[in-house]
């Protein structure tokens, strides 16, 4: 199963948008709407900020929105705050019954 | 509050073998699937292996599969993960996650193994 594929790094300045893309296949992001990204700022563990596309879980700011289009998936940060800086990846379940994740994307604010 | 702690890794020469452990609390352990995800240095997290809440369905990414198990004590709250054959591209921070339905919400704070001579 290859990893999916998410940009190396992105920016944007503070209250600004930035939207980092994550490209599948159709046997994972394109087959099914069970696509997730995760925040890690760095020296920590992953946290959920959404799930099947396009769910937040409690607690997460709704400045943080999912969406998907055919084999992509994307997650939106409006509003960028400094906090917001950290790694990004997206996941994807499989037809294969496993999960892939992305390589990562390096979120800088600018 | 879900709480998952890993433990296990350290120094490890190629070859050789380990065990790691996740000990869980804060939820009922024995009604939850279980994964094994890892990341290694600067690299992005790595899907590896699911265990059902009974133990008896697991499944692997094919880059491990024959060369780790994963197991669950349902009686100690524990999740483990038997790696066997160790190469230096395993060196990696292993972490334990609580599965949701399709995503992972709960995760440890990661267990650091090093495969090195």
């Known amino acids: 199963q290859s990893a999916l594929t998410q940009p190396p790094s992105v920016s944007g300045s503070p209250g600004h948008s930035v939207t980092i893309s994550c490209t599948g296949t159709t046997s994972d992001v394109g087959g099914y709407n069970r696509v997730s990204w995760y925040q890690q700022p760095p020296g920590t563990a992953p946290k959920l900020v959404i799930y099947e596309v396009s769910n937040r879980p409690s607690g997460v700011p709704d400045r943080f929105s999912g969406s998907k289009s055919g084999n992509t998936a994307s997650l939106t940060i409006s509003g960028l705050q400094a906090e917001d800086e950290a790694n990004y990846h997206c996941?994807?379940?499989?037809?294969?019954?496993?999960?892939?994740f992305g390589g990562g994307t390096k979120l800088t604010v600018l | 509050e879900v709480h998952l702690v890993e433990s296990g890794g350290g120094l490890v020469q190629p070859g050789g073998s380990l065990r790691l452990s996740c000990a869980a609390s804060?939820?009922?352990?024995?009604?939850?699937?279980m994964n094994w995800v890892r990341q290694a240095p600067g690299k992005g997290l790595v899907w590896l292996a699911r265990?059902?809440?009974?133990?008896?369905?697991?499944t692997y990414a094919d880059s491990v599969k024959g060369r780790f198990t994963v197991s669950r004590d349902n009686a100690k709250n524990t999740l483990y993960l038997q790696l066997n054959s160790l190469r230096v591209e395993d060196t990696a921070v292993y972490y334990c996650?609580?599965?949701?339905?399709?995503?992972?919400?709960?995760w440890g704070q990661g267990t650091l193994l090093t495969v090195s001579s």
């Open positions: 804060g939820f009922t352990f024995s009604f939850s699937d």
């Open positions: 996941s994807s379940y499989t037809t294969n019954s496993t999960w892939v």
């Open positions: 265990i059902n809440s009974d133990g008896i369905l697991r």
């Open positions: 996650t609580r599965q949701g339905e399709y995503s992972f919400p709960y």
